[in-house]
Nanobody, 121 residues
Framework: QVQLVESGGGLVQAGGSLRLSCAAS????????MAWYRQAPGKQRDLVAT???????NYADSVKDRFTISRDNAKNTVYLQMNSLKPEDTAVYYC???????????????WGQGTQVTVSS
């Protein structure tokens, strides 16, 4: 069984910062790409940022220069540092990972349960 557990969400004023964490646990052989998505009420789930196992990153235009994705491969954890937060960043943030559970496993995709980020104006 594999679980992705997010933490670090909360309420913050516009211009503030938050750091999200997502720890993968369970039977894990290797983790490939990890990512953060977000979903605002009544909207689709959108990609925020991705990071490969080698550390290459990619960001949505709306968060470039404000958010930073990073990972600690030894801890199977991905982070999202969010600075200069805006009310439009308010959403549930979800962690996502492509991983193999064993040397002979196929690559499977997993989601966390989400963590709420609310930015007040």
């Amino acid at each position: 069984q594999v679980q992705l557990v997010e933490s670090g969400g909360g309420l913050v004023q516009a211009g503030g910062s938050l750091r999200l964490s997502c720890a993968a646990s369970g039977s894990i052989f290797s983790i490939n790409a990890m990512a953060w998505y977000r979903q605002a009420p009544g909207k689709q789930r959108d990609l925020v940022a991705t990071i490969t196992s080698g550390g290459s990153t990619n960001y949505a235009d709306s968060v470039k220069d404000r958010f930073t994705i990073s990972r600690d491969n030894a801890k199977n954890t991905v982070y999202l540092q969010m600075n200069s937060l805006k009310p439009e960043d308010t959403a549930v943030y979800y962690c996502n990972a492509d991983l193999e559970r064993s040397r002979f496993d196929i690559t499977r995709n997993y989601w966390g349960q989400g963590t709420q980020v609310t930015v007040s104006s």
